[in-house]
């Protein structure tokens, strides 16, 4: 009651106050907080606003984002309409816009975690591949190049949230999954890049997100825009990868090696192997030698010879080119009051140190159109062109059937006359085959490909239809339509001058006993082409809802979505090919025929397959946002998916996810003092996103090989997934809690997130006994991982004025923490893989280095010892055997950093300006490679520590690599190997670029010249620093990604 | 017009949804299927690399019919060399060990048993008759060659105790396993090989499928190895009425690599122990005892074996034409089967004209001379000696020196390797191979003694 009379007192005694607000230039601004006697109001869309005020003096305040807040004291009544000048913060986040992929929010009322990479960030550097650009330039971002489960692209996003299960985030082109190679998408034609980190952000991609999204949005034109035309063009070449990176033993030690292992009678069971294994030049030459065929003087002096050659220097002389590539991309974009339109090109060619070919081209065309005031039409359509072509094969790692090529192989002669090198077949075999009628079946790897012709295409089109109908102000539906279609071809053209078909036609070639020769694969090329050709429907339509009234605001869409993937795939292979007039010869695959070298049944490789997949979902969802006061944020959200996996039920197909959210921007309210701190945004999500794998399945299936039994030609099929009627997708629930802040002159802005996430239902290997005849494991939905962390970017404006010097910081700490998973064997061994799969040992990292604990070198013998019930011992077989389990081994820590980021420094002074970028990875471990004498002695392949292995008593106080010992012990290499002493710390620090650009002052040079920019840029230029003190790259299985330098321009019109 | 839009709307979405089972039942993969159709299962049997190509080897290794040099001996992996000198510990690898490839065959038979127990239900019940018998056939071998390898022989007495292996019948695998007796372990070959036979044509399309005349062979080496001699007799007798042809070894060509054709007339069923690297010829050199065996004008010395540079004999006469050793069901086992049946009932001349009739094909033309005696010790000696040289490295010796100790014969083992010799006593329990390590740890099973 006295409420309402103190009220109608009031209003009695109100003026009303006509005001406007406005920034610098006059401009009306939209949404202004208003705060008076504890009332709050808004301006609209123009700034104009009303205030009923009672006589006498009030305390009025203007607050914005992006301007400072402003009060005043007013005197009622006022004579004239109130115009209010807010001053522009700079400091103040600018009003970024959010693309989730099924809507646009501003980051002003997200409540989920987000990163953004504009398209000026992505150009920092040359790189032709999006993906890797973007490591470290958000933080909570890390890529993997290393663990056999990283996948596609290696990215993870805020750490693992699986254990076996795909890795992959889900990417997103222009609204829709983009399931294609990312790096056929052209970098120069990407806007920005958002990516959704937390479960709030990406629950609306539901059952795929649970790896986090990452979206991509290309360039667009406006409405009203002038004429914009963009160049750019860059030229970049690359060091050649480093042979001498990875130690290997030296042609000095393996012709010492070999001669050892023959007086020991070790080639002697290989001598009489009927497959005729290739046998190295050494072993050879002391064949000859032993059966007098040549003097030991001759021997000798051919084996001596050898020790002076080292492969990787002929290798870098005669065979390495200086990769080097080019890019070369425009844009043109034009819009009026009711279309606009956008052509974009770009051509990309990369040749690499093997003459590898990589060419790109992509040409887009996007327009948009008004229809009325209510519907607005856009439509796009993508090509790309990519084509690769094969240089010459990459010698160091050749795959010969008994190993790898040793390093004294040479590729030339003294002449220059290239040679043969070992592959599948012995020298002194195939030398007495001369007048058999063989076609010759020596290797030569360097003119191989002059022999082969090769080429792999992709077309991949995209076309995209999207209608938008105003229903009303408050409501619209959005319909959107994509096509895609992928097609790869891939022409494999042997001649009959290649190994290839040489050695195919000679395995087969039959010769009776009068010696009548008969060729069961036709002499001739041979040619393999294999194809596949996707397409891909989504549909998707949407209804979206935003309305303001008063203080509250409530955006909120639902909608559905139904997509259609299929994917056919050819191979096929034809024989006898006379490759000028085309015809060809049949060839006989349902007869087995004696092979030439060993006499066993062969059939003639079959080349050719079909295959076929198809997948299809539905999904539903709904997300909605509450704002109050635009300072209180609320959001929810929910979706449903079901997939045609096999063997689930309709219900257990579909796969609901929700979460919810709140924001509140503390800056905004009445209270709100700080003034250094003009900007200060608290917000927290919770939620849960899925991740499926289409392969699991819950009933028993098989698969059809693509080729019949070729005894019973009648199809022939295996199984393919073993009957598991509990397996579920996995969920990951995730907790975000974020301080978005900015403070006064824009010094420092930034934020800092805390996520907490836990994903269950994890597909986990559990161990089973084999007896059942389905292998020795089972996946079950019974793992349980946590994991937690902290996201912080911050960037500092520590210089204005002419010199500006501008400091980026993202940091980022990543732990996950195994909670749940079962481990039938505990045997340590199985957990000693090196760093490259998963261990998922309970309480300790999902991937983990464990090791045996070393007690030293035998000072007697250098056999490397271990510790067996507490005592030094050299019982191999026990030290590595099952009765060691994980919790006899040593835990070092985790395979992926715990903490990582990056610096950047922008200095501009004039139009000059510098900018480069530290990255930085501590707090994790990894194994370095090992000698094996096992693999030394059969496989040539020796890691280059033999050199310092333990000779003589004394040596081991220097070294830690044990003596040569006949015959090798498997169990003492793999102890030597899974040791502490081979576990190193991964953290490091490295520069990832340094860019110098110029820009010149469109107005002073030349008035078409809108803005030019060159630029020089060095990328990769690796390690600054590391713990290791062998020279290893942890971040690289072999060797690390070369430095490259890269000069380029960019002009706008 | 809202009012429209939303009809419009909900329309859609209920014909979205009503159509939404059928859109999500299409198969993912074209290559996919769950296993329904008699051609699935078929599928499924017609898959040479997992039933025809996966026969274990470790009886072989541990028979004694070759050696290694030392620094053969000394250069292969500790598994090899522990089977070699029979060792009971480590000598079976973690993964994909023989007990595993057995088994593996045995869910493939289940799956195709459990389907398929009523081919009458099927469109085609023939051809349902002649997939179920091959299924099991397969399972039936496979707990065959299990057994040889992990149990004690057949003793009519001590196996109803004694420990022999696990008998799954069916495709649940939260079943736990649990070793069965000998007893019941023969019992169920012998029903799964019955059955078979029931259900087997004749002859099948092609030798790697089962059929009824190599189920009978194999139920004749059951037999055989329980010393049932009239079963054994019996069943070899039906083989032989079917099919009985055999190789003349004069027309193969004794130098090639592997003179013995695959698939050769005499081939009921193809089956092959893999050529691993201790079993390679380039490896493993025959017993020089079994080398003296064999007489002037044998040509089975030339085309079965090859001669080294250090005057070693190395094996080249696998059935399989290759280096794989043949290790299936075939005519001259099954007539040997026959011959030792009949020596031991007393029937010697039928015995002889068994062994004569394979006698005159394995030696030079017009060379042979019959054997002729009235002594039955003589006669099965003589079927014994054929089978060392017949059929050897075909994974059978194992069995033979079980079976035959049992009989009293009294063979141990020795070797000598890296100085160091080991020995294997008769009737010693060390027949029985030690399960693989680790099977103990995910079974509560009980190992060998």
Redesign the interface.
Known sequence: MLFICIFSYKVQAQNLVNGRVVDNSGKGLQSVNIYYNNKISTSDSSGYFKLNLTEGKHRISFKSIGFFSKDSILTMPLKEDLIVVLQDNVAAIEEVVINTGYQKIHKTRSTGSFGIIENKDLNLQVESNLIHKLEGLVSGYNIDRKTNGAGGYGIMIRGLSTIRGSRSPLIILDNFPYEGDISNLDPNEVENITILKDAAAASIWGAKAGNGVIVISTKKSGFNNPLKVNVSANSKINQVPDLFYKPRISSSDMVDVENYLFDLGYYKSLESNIAQTPLSEVVETRIAQRDGIITTQVANAIIENLRSFDLRNEINDKVFRTPISQQYAFDISKGNNVSNWMLFGGFNNQIDELNNGNQKFNIRYANNFKLGSNVRIGSKIHYTIGNLSQGLPNVIDLNVSSGILPLYTRLYDDAGNELPVLRNYRKKYLDGLSNKGLLDWNYYPLSENNNIDYSNKTREFIGNLNVDFKLSNDLNLNASYQFSNQVGLIKNFYSEQSYFTRDLINRFTQIDGNGLIKYVIPKGEIRDFSSNDSERHNLRSQLNFDKEFGRHNISALVGGEVSMADLESTSSRFYGINSESLNLVNVDYVNAYKTFVNGSNAFIPNGNSLGGLNNRSISLYFNGAYTFNNKYTFSVSARRDAANTFGLKINDKWNPLFSSGFSWLASNEQFYKIDVLPYLRFRGTFGSSGNTDPSMSAVTTIIYSSVASPYTLSPQANFFNFQNPQLRWEKVYMFNLGLDFGFKNNVIKGSVEYFKKKSVDLFSLTELDYTTGIGNSIVKNAGIIGANGIDLEIVSNNLKGKLKWETYLNFSLSKDNVIKNYLANRSGRNFLTGNLSYTAIEGYPVYGLYSYKWAGLDPKTGNPQGYKDGLVSQDYAALTGNAVTVDDLKFHGAAFPKLFGSVGNNFSLYGLSLKFRLSYKFGYYFRKPSLSYTSLFSMRDGYGEYESRWQKPGDELFTNVPSNIYPANSNRDSFYAGSEVNVLKGDHIRIQYVNLSYNFPGKKFNQLLKNTNVFIVASNLGIIWRANKYGIDPDYKDIPISKSFAVGINGRF | M?NN?KLI?IG??LI?LSS??K?????????????SKL??F???L?????LNTVDGASSEISAGDFYL????Y??L??FYRNLYTWQRK?VFP??LNE??LN??????A??VINALEKPQNFDDPAVAKNIIGQAYFYRAKAFLQTLYVWSNAYDKELSKSELGI?L?LN?D?N???KRETVELGYQQVINDLLKSIDNLPINN??V??PSKVAAYGLLARTYLSMRDYSNAKKYADSSLSLKSTLLDFNIL?AT???PVP?FNPEVLHSTVIPSYPII????AKIDPVIMNMFEANDLRKSVLFKI??DGSY?FKGSY?????LFSGVAVNEVLLIRAECLAREGKLSDALIDLNKLGVKRFKAGLYKNKESLNQEQVITWVLNERRKELIFRGLRWMDIKRLNKEGAGISLSRTVDNKDYKLNANSSGFALPLP???L???SMEQNP
């Open positions: 809202k839009i709307l859609c979405l979205l939404c089972e859109f999500l039942d299409e198969k993912p993969n074209k290559n996919l299927a769950i296993p051609i699935d078929q599928a499924l017609d898959n040479s690399t997992f040099s030392n620094a053969d000394l250069g992996n500790n480590e973690d993964e007990w595993f088994y593996r065959i045995v869910y493939r289940n799956t696990p799954r495709t695998f079943e736990p396993s399309i092609h790697m499928r060509n090639a690599n592997f695959q390679n010829n380039s490896r080294n540079s190395g399989d034409g290759s280096a794989s390590d680790n099977l740890i995910l079974t």
